[in-house]
């Protein structure tokens, strides 16, 4: 990434991610591979919790939306249906000078803004990778890494219908990684080429699209005000004619407010009967709903629901992050919600004797059947507590001389850092009763 330009707080997000284990660089020994990223203990469990979160309010509290997991290579004549091998591309220009490679777009005057050198004529930069399947390498087995995962729904529309018992509306939730050979890959996680995205097609009546636009417009709002994201931060973006894609009628971006500026986090499109219809045209496969009840025959319009995992990571935790100024000094903190948190209580005994690690481990066994959790007993409390505060765990359960004679320990809560005392075997509803309320 471009670090002449880069945001004071988002240094220093990329320093907590790397330090505390939550993002890498991907092939760091190896000088790095630009735009690549690796999630580390931290990070894979802020991931997983946040894909199960989605997926929770998605897919498992409905009865009208189904799961799939499709293959990420598909047949190539997808990507000509869908309009990718024709149309998924970027303008793009070389310098003649240094060789750098700009978006178009993005140049100012007709100079590389790296060296001021001359630029090549635009040309058009398909943003598909493109691989060979099987033995021999020729055009005819070229296929390609899914720059989306909505196709594999589209694709799939038939099978699921006939296997689920659905009837429309219903809808097909899927996660999954895609790839796009972005030009000019930038902020940290923001753009990258191999990301992890979060879709839901949802399929409507032709006619009632717009009122389902709706509902999905103010449902998926909700899930970032659940997921603890400040409201504030977030708002919608109404793309105007100009910036419509091809196949969408009417499309909101949730943006949020980044330290590099206000950003698409999702996007909400209405998608009309587009994607059916081509499959329809390029399989020869008939794509069209039966409606037993009003007897009428119609192919579904598609409201998409298209979220990135990573934006949302990286999301969750700059809004999150919070240096506290305190009496003596300053914290800093992940105010991340109890849902989400990589780890849901540290457990330390006070010191480490009398019988005190004993007991802790005890805890620690008894809890984590139910929590991912976290024993320390290196350093002076205060310490560990720290430590925990910046890795965003919600609770710190502390183990004393009074809880060898009572079985109670203190509790001591992130965000207030108040501390009270509760029997140990109340713990596990305490720790549960807290991701439940946001749940
Ligand atoms: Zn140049």
């Known amino acids: 990434m471009n670090n002449k330009t880069i945001d004071p707080l988002m240094a220093k997000i990329i320093s907590l991610c790397k330090r505390r284990g939550f993002i890498f660089q991907s092939s760091e020994i190896y000088g790095g591979l630009e735009s690549c990223y690796d999630y580390g203990p931290l990070g894979v469990e802020l991931k997983n919790n946040i894909k199960r979160f989605w997926w929770n309010a998605m897919v498992r509290m409905r009865e009208d939306i189904v799961g799939l997991d499709s293959s990420i290579l598909?047949?190539?004549?997808?990507?000509?249906?869908?309009?990718?091998?024709?149309?998924?591309?970027?303008?793009?220009?070389?310098?003649?000078?240094?060789?750098?490679?700009?978006?178009?777009?993005?140049?100012?005057?007709?100079?590389?803004?790296?060296?001021?050198?001359?630029?090549?004529?635009?040309?058009?930069?398909?943003?598909?990778?493109?691989?060979?399947?099987?033995?021999?390498?020729?055009?005819?087995?070229?296929?390609?890494?899914?720059?989306?995962?909505?196709?594999?729904?589209?694709?799939?529309?038939?099978?699921?219908?006939?296997?689920?018992?659905?009837?429309?509306?219903?809808?097909?939730?899927?996660?999954?990684?895609?790839?796009?050979?972005?030009?000019?890959?930038?902020?940290?996680?923001?753009?990258?080429?191999?990301?992890?995205?979060?879709?839901?097609?949802?399929?409507?009546?032709?006619?009632?699209?717009g009122e389902w636009f709706e509902k999905w417009k103010a449902e998926r709002m909700q899930w970032y005000h659940r997921l603890g994201i400040k409201e504030e931060k977030l708002r919608f973006h109404e793309h105007g004619k100009d910036e419509l894609a091809h196949y969408a009628a009417k499309a909101f971006d949730i943006e949020y407010e980044f330290p590099f500026g206000r950003k698409e986090l999702e996007g909400i499109h209405n998608r009309t009967d587009f994607d059916l219809k081509r499959h329809q045209e390029y399989s020869k496969k008939e794509m069209s709903y039966f409606d037993d009840q009003t007897r009428e025959r119609f192919i579904p319009y598609i409201i998409e629901t298209s979220a990135g995992v990573d934006r949302t990571i990286l999301t969750c935790l700059i809004d999150a992050y919070e240096e506290q100024e305190l009496e003596k000094d300053t914290r800093t903190v992940l105010h991340l919600s109890p849902a989400i948190?990589?780890?849901?209580?540290?457990?330390?005994?006070?010191?480490?004797?009398?019988?005190?690690?004993?007991?802790?481990?005890?805890?620690?066994?008894?809890?984590?059947?139910?929590?991912?959790?976290?024993?320390?007993?290196?350093?002076?409390?205060?310490r560990r507590y720290r430590r925990q505060d910046e890795a965003g765990t919600p609770f710190g359960i502390t183990v004393d001389s009074q809880s060898l004679e009572d079985h109670t320990v203190t509790l001591r809560e992130r965000d207030s850092m108040h501390q009270e005392r509760f029997p140990i075997a109340q713990l596990k509803a305490i720790i549960q009763e807290k991701i439940d309320s946001v749940n």
Not at 96 to 105: E, N, S, T
Not at 349 to 365: N, S, T
């Open 341 to 382: 948190a990589p780890i849901k209580a540290g457990i330390f005994p006070l010191v480490k004797r009398d019988g005190m690690p004993e007991l802790a481990h005890k805890i620690v066994d008894e809890l984590r059947t139910q929590f991912m959790v976290f024993y320390d007993e290196g350093g002076a409390i205060g």
């Open 74 to 209: 598909m047949h190539p004549r997808i990507w000509e249906a869908s309009g990718h091998v024709a149309g998924f591309t970027d303008p793009m220009v070389d310098c003649k000078q240094c060789k750098h490679r700009f978006r178009a777009d993005m140049i100012e005057n007709d100079k590389c803004p790296d060296c001021g050198g001359e630029l090549t004529d635009v040309r058009q930069f398909n943003l598909m990778f493109k691989t060979q399947m099987g033995a021999i390498e020729d055009a005819a087995n070229t296929v390609y890494l899914r720059p989306e995962t909505a196709q594999g729904i589209y694709v799939n529309f038939l099978n699921v219908l006939n296997t689920s018992r659905q009837k429309v509306p219903f809808g097909i939730a899927q996660i999954g990684k895609a790839f796009r050979n972005e030009i000019t890959p930038k902020d940290f996680t923001f753009r990258t080429r191999e990301f992890e995205q979060m879709e839901m097609q949802f399929f409507v009546k032709p006619g009632t699209d």
